[in-house]
């Protein structure tokens, strides 16, 4: 099984031996789009299980990808979607609901403040401490 990765299908592609040519022909099993992140029934139901399971492979990268698209989409909006929390924090009054948004969304900060010190461009900014006295 050949799996042709084209501009917006994968086309799942199978060696089929033909005796009157005495050569191998390719035919096409059936095509799948290039995000798809699952085979459909009626595509899983020609394939072999050595080719099911390649092409589930294939079905699970683009997930991931898709994924970590979405992810690096999210970090890129980051900053404009920081101000804009913070505008709208500005304009609430305080309730119980809030409190508990407030507490999750600092949890989930701090998490991503680790995340940027793990990878090397977190705090930038050099804090003193109570022993450090500057002369």
Known sequence: MQLRFRKNT????RSVYDPALKRCRAVTVGQLA???TD???????????Q???????ACANNAQQQQHGSAEAAAKN????????????RKQSSS????????S???EWTE????????????????????????
């Open 39 to 49: 085979v459909p029934a009626g595509i899983a139901a020609l394939l072999t299980e």
């Open 34 to 36: 290039r995000d798809a």
């Open 112 to 135: 991503v403040l680790a995340a940027m010190v793990v990878a090397g461009v977190g705090r930038t900014r050099k804090r003193k401490h109570q022993g450090d006295e500057e002369e």
């Open 105 to 107: 969304a600092r949890l």
């Open 10 to 13: 994968i086309s799942l592609v």
């Open 78 to 89: 980051l900053a404009p979607t920081l101000k804009a929390i913070a505008d709208w924090y």
């Open 51 to 57: 080719e099911l399971q390649s092409v589930q492979v």
């Open 96 to 103: 119980e609901e809030l409190t508990q948004l407030a507490e």
